[in-house]
């Protein structure tokens, strides 16, 4: 299938075989204990194997091994620098730090590689409306440095350079077609590209790293879009709790599946991924549960490495 057009949506053809998870394990549960979940929301996995759970409702973040050894938690509930009120997600593909989109206290949460708080980011009355943010629900950080921030109270993305500068805002009401109407999540797909979920167009809006609107990825089974997660190759993992599946996009946006998996999922939220010995490993969060497991790809997929 061709596309028509980068400015068009694209309609895809799905695998007739999905790629198979076959379960690792998993961890977590119902709690406020250690180790237990409250509506988790978001997840991602260090390129040094460890793993960071957004824990939502308990207002925290919990850190795990590969394996789902519980490690240690920061957060609680608060305005303190090491507390939140319903953090939303986490960024940790950067080479020094690790950002926590800290939802209800309007601001973002800069740590170290340890945990340490480094500073805050919110904003200020006597700033530009166009880059006041509220809600948080989401950020990336390009290779660059520039910062990404999505607002959910304007659905909007706000590009702050790496002095700290706002330098534009996009994806507003007025934005055409790169409108978002309710962006869930982001994150980046190559050196150049930004990846975002708006869970009322079913789609996954697409931009470049100056805001310009490039392509809407539409597909039938798609009902809310939540979590994204991009591999090694640019292959593309949607979780999407209405549908109770969770996608995969191979890099060439063209060709989109189910994957697969023996007892189906019930809630999926979001979905994070690593290649550890030449293995795709997904990290899934399904209710209050996070779960572990490798993906297997069809031959009839065709190859799946970078283009």
């Known amino acids: 299938m061709k596309l028509i057009s980068l400015i068009l949506p694209v309609l895809f053809v799905s695998f007739s075989h999905g790629q198979t998870f076959t379960e690792l394990g998993r961890f977590g549960g119902q709690g406020?204990?250690?180790?237990?979940?409250?509506?988790?929301?978001?997840?991602?996995?260090?390129?040094?194997g460890i793993v960071y759970v957004v824990d939502t409702g308990n207002h925290r973040i919990?850190?795990?091994?590969?394996?789902?050894?519980?490690?240690?938690?920061?957060?609680?509930?608060?305005?303190?620098?090491?507390?939140?009120?319903?953090?939303?997600?986490?960024?940790?593909?950067?080479?020094?730090?690790?950002?926590?989109?800290?939802?209800?206290?309007?601001?973002?949460?800069?740590?170290d590689r340890n945990m340490n708080f480094i500073n805050s980011l919110s904003s200020n009355e006597g700033d530009d409306s166009d880059f006041q943010?509220?809600?948080?629900?989401?950020?990336?950080?390009?290779?660059?440095?520039?910062?990404?921030?999505?607002d959910h109270d304007e659905f909007k993305i706000i590009k702050f350079k790496r002095d700290g500068k706002a330098e534009r805002s996009f994806g507003k009401f007025d934005s055409g077609e790169g409108e978002l109407i309710l962006p869930v999540q982001m994150d980046?797909?190559?050196?150049?590209?930004?990846?975002?979920?708006?869970?009322?167009?079913?789609?996954i809006i697409i931009f470049d790293l100056f805001g310009n609107y490039i392509q809407k990825i539409e597909f039938d089974a798609f009902k809310e879009p939540n979590g994204i997660g991009v591999d090694d190759a640019r292959n593309i993992y949607i979780a999407d709790p209405v549908a109770g599946e969770v996608f995969f996009l191979k890099n060439d946006l063209q060709y989109i599946s189910k994957i697969v998996f023996s007892t189906g999922f019930t809630m999926p939220r979001d979905v994070a991924v690593m290649t550890r010995e030449g293995k795709t490993i997904l990290f899934i969060i399904d209710g209050n549960e996070v779960l572990i497991g490798e993906l297997t790809f069809p031959k009839s997929s065709g190859p799946v490495g970078k283009d």
Do not use: M
Request: proline residues 2%; aromatic residues 14%; charged residues 25%.
């Open 32 to 48: 406020k204990e250690e180790g237990l979940f409250n509506d988790p929301l978001a997840l991602a996995v260090s390129s040094d």
């Open 62 to 111: 919990q850190l795990f091994d590969l394996k789902g050894r519980y490690i240690r938690s920061i957060g609680g509930f608060g305005f303190n620098e090491d507390q939140f009120d319903s953090p939303h997600d986490i960024w940790v593909k950067s080479v020094i730090n690790i950002y926590v989109s800290d939802y209800n206290n309007r601001r973002l949460q800069r740590y």
């Open 133 to 150: 943010f509220f809600e948080v629900a989401s950020c990336i950080v390009s290779s660059q440095n520039d910062l990404f921030i999505l």
């Open 188 to 203: 980046l797909f190559g050196a150049d590209k930004i990846l975002v979920t708006d869970s009322e167009q079913s789609a």
